[in-house]
């Protein structure tokens, strides 16, 4: 990291947040490239950072420094996770409308089937 925080446990809590910025960085990419199979695979990883990170951060308590680095990592995160949120609200939509389209045209295709029986 270069610059000093203070106690290692400080370096440890500072290089785990890092790692999950990281991770969603990398879920926005994804996100946005609409990558979804890679998006989805990230994901487990993130989910099992943020586990990790939650039970090293019991009972630690960081320096201002490094309480206020990772009061900015938590900023970052918060920006990357929204963004991948929206890119995820939007393709449920598309697939919400593509299932009501389909539902339609099966409707429509039984309707005529069935006028075509009578």
Do not use: F
Request: net charge negative; proline share 2%; hydrophobic share 40%.
């Amino acid at each position: 990291m270069g610059e000093q925080w203070g106690p290692p446990a400080d370096h440890d809590i500072l290089d785990r947040y890092e790692a999950i910025r990281d991770y969603s960085r990398m879920m926005q990419h994804y996100a946005r490239a609409a990558d979804w199979d890679r998006l989805l695979e990230l994901q487990t990883a993130y989910v099992s950072a943020m586990e990790a990170l939650a039970d090293a951060e019991l009972d630690v308590t960081l320096s201002d420094g490094a309480n206020d680095r990772k009061l900015g990592l938590i900023g970052e995160i918060r920006v990357a996770e929204a963004e991948v949120r929206e890119c995820l609200d939007r393709r449920l939509s598309e697939l919400s409308r593509r299932m009501a389209d389909s539902r339609h045209r099966l409707h429509v295709a039984q309707a005529y089937e069935t006028q075509g029986r009578a």
